[in-house]
């Protein structure tokens, strides 16, 4: 496939699509292309035909709410085409809808022919990846029935079932096999002397498990109102910065994306609630640490996301061992998946727990929750929860046998478990990757302001002094061995990491960054670090490097050895406004809305780590979701560390 694929998103619903609307069904392609919901491949093909032909795109789709473009059958400079099409697409809940105008330009009455071939192959998400691994599905079988105004697709397996109806307005004239999975829906339309008609096709996926008693919306118009409707009440009420518009801009377009990217999840009690899912095309789901990190970020701004994220993953945390899912009693859930291979569990994702910082950072929003809102009914509700999770730390995490919370690499799931979860992140300065136990050093930095929030809110909701003094006891002593264990004095910074027999892992990296928002390092000691963040090496002009330049693990281009991630560069501004960098501050958040700016006020995931003086637009990641919640919030964070400077 050689257009680009255009990302509509609703919810836990997305389609992608390419520059004339179509969908092709290409697998292990960079990115996914079709109608997905809950992992599942509800159109693989979406193909439109004008006479037979594929029609030349005049307009191609634009990124937006909305898919629109402009279409003509081929021909000619010589023989202008005979009629012009206008198609537009929307995504609702567990919908997609599209319209197809077909306008004349001919003065006498003229006949088209037009074909849309549709399948749905229902694939799982992780089948499509580029790794190419294969899953076996026996018994697996696909059914197709034709209906009076569509046809439906269905499919099962076992006990798991799925299906996908297409219905038109007017009703196909016929549909026909095509010899593959695949049927052709066609229609021959009679247009009058520049007249025109329009056709509409909806379509319901309906994925296993859910019963819900949904209808298609009539048109994509409608779906713009109700999205309209939704982004408004999220963006309404927000203080944006009058004196820097760019950043306002940012933040509005980041409260729209947030608003599209809300996920049905579960509380504790079976109450429906709607959290960050962590971001489109692959990760349209519920990770702890992502939806943590965004809920933190939005917090002064839309509490409610931490309102309902907090219960989620209470409501999903650890009671038990089980060691394919590297669950522990008291963890927080990194990843939630509801797709086939997960139910049969194919791959360890459907609650998958092999995270070391989701837990820390779940203690931490809970503390930042009560304290900016006063909501100690939430804090009373959970603490059973919360004592769970510092349980976690202090047992299964490490924290008391090593002195620091400890991962070691997944066989079935995750090498790394930090937030640099790819399989070298987390590497000597000569790329070297460390084995064993690994110590990460962001995650002690969220472990120790976990643990004294954790004490405020024990004393001031709890009401329970002694433990909070046991909190607080923990907190001093794991800052006293992090200074001494972690603090590479030859580069007056910390380790990325400590391995398994406490060697410092010397890479220099942004992690120290999430130091300073933690407030783990002494003064000094922060200060230092973060103007050191602000050296040529570190800062590319878009952002902070994950991983200094110069360094022989360093790559422009590799997911964490070098491009710069808008919400890491989000903890470090608020980290250096915390320790009194404020010019270092506003520094890195120009840059990054400089960014954001530059595509349209909208953070990407990540963008690759080639500096400014050279390259004079942001490059862009080639792997990266192209609308994820941790970037969507980054510019709040950034209006929270800086104002409208």
Sequence with gaps: MTDRHHLLVHGATFAAVGDRGDISGVRGAGSPDGLFVRDARHLSRWQLTVDGAVPEVLTPVADGDAARCVLVPRGGRQEPPAHTLFREQAVGDSSFVEALRVTSNRPAPTTVRLAITADADFADQFELRSDHRTYVKAGAVRSRQVLDDGIEFTYRRAEWRSCTTITADPAPDAVEETGTGARRLVWVMDLESHGTTELVLRVMARPHGDRRALRVPRSPAAVNEQVLALEGGFVEGVAFPTGWPELAAACARGLSDLAALQVPAT???????????????????????????????????????????????AATQATGNRVSSVAQPGKIVHEVRHGELAHFGQVP?????????????FLILLG?????????????????????????????????????????????????????????????????????????AGAQGYAYDALRRTAWVARTAWADETYAALLEQAAADLRDRFQRDFWMREHSFPALA????????????????????????????????????LEPDFFSGWGVRTLAAGQPAYHPLSHHRGPVWPHDNALITLGLARYGLHDEARTVAHAL???ATAGGHRLPEVLAGYGRDTHPEPVPYPHACIRESRSAAAPLALLTAVGGA
């Design 267 to 313: 509380g504790p009690d079976g109450e429906e609630l709607r959290v960050p899912a962590a971001g489109a095309p692959w990760f349209l789901t519920l990770l702890g640490r992502d939806a943590l990190l965004t809920a933190l970020f939005a917090l002064p701004y839309r509490p409610q996301l931490a309102a309902a994220t907090l219960p989620a993953l």
């Design 349 to 361: 994702f459907g609650r998958y727990y092999g995270s070391v910082d989701a837990t820390p950072l």
């Design 368 to 440: 930042a929750y009560v304290e900016g809102t006063g909501d100690t009914v939430l804090a009373r509700r959970l603490e059973a929860h919360a004592r769970a999770a510092i349980g976690w730390m202090l047992d299964h995490g490490g924290l008391t046998a090593r002195g620091y919370l400890v991962y070691r690499a997944d066989r079935g799931g995750l090498a790394n478990q930090n937030w640099k979860d790819s399989p070298g992140a987390i590497c000597w300065s000569d790329g070297t990757r460390p084995t064993g136990a690994v110590m990460a």
């Design 498 to 533: 400590l391995d398994g027999e406490g060697r410092q892992v010397d890479a220099l990296a942004s992690d120290a960054g999430h130091l300073l928002w933690s407030g783990l390092l002494d003064k000094e000691y922060g200060e230092v670090v973060g103007r050191r963040l």
């Design 593 to 595: 809305v400089d960014a």
